[in-house]
């Protein structure tokens, strides 16, 4: 069975930070990249970033660029969001995502989901 499974999130101030974290078991070990999404009420579910664990390359959205940064941690199939200069936009249920044949860049490309985690930036 592969699963996904997330921690951090809360609350923050503005321009505060906070580190997500998402750790990949069973067959997910096998998978080709993960990323990370978020989906706030009214909106469709975005790309956020995404990371290829062949080479640890990695793609952000607009958005987020320069603020947000994707990582891999020593388990091989664990990945960390850290994000810095929180802006009150970027509140959202944030979602962990892989897949196993290409880094999932668009929420119909997943392939398996994290159960979520709220990121809620306000004063």
């Known amino acids: 069975q592969a699963q996904l499974v997330q921690s951090g999130g809360g609350l923050v101030q503005p321009g505060g930070s906070l580190r997500l974290s998402c750790a990949g078991s069973?067959?997910?070990?096998?998978?080709?990249?993960m990323g990370w999404f978020r989906q706030s009420p009214g909106r469709e579910r975005e790309f956020v970033a995404g990371?290829?664990?062949?080479?640890?390359?990695?793609l952000y959205a607009d958005s987020v660029k320069g603020r947000f940064t994707i990582s891999r941690d020593n388990a091989k199939n664990k990945v960390d969001l850290q994000m810095n200069n929180l802006k009150r936009e970027d509140t959202a249920v944030y979602y962990c995502?892989?897949?196993?044949?290409?880094?999932?860049?668009?929420?119909?490309?997943?392939?398996?989901w994290g159960q979520g985690s709220q990121v809620t930036v306000s004063s």
């Open positions: 995502a892989a897949a196993d044949k290409y880094v999932p860049a668009s929420a119909d490309t997943a392939h398996y």
């Open positions: 990371i290829d664990l062949t080479d640890n390359s990695a």
């Open positions: 069973g067959r997910a070990f096998s998978i080709y990249g």
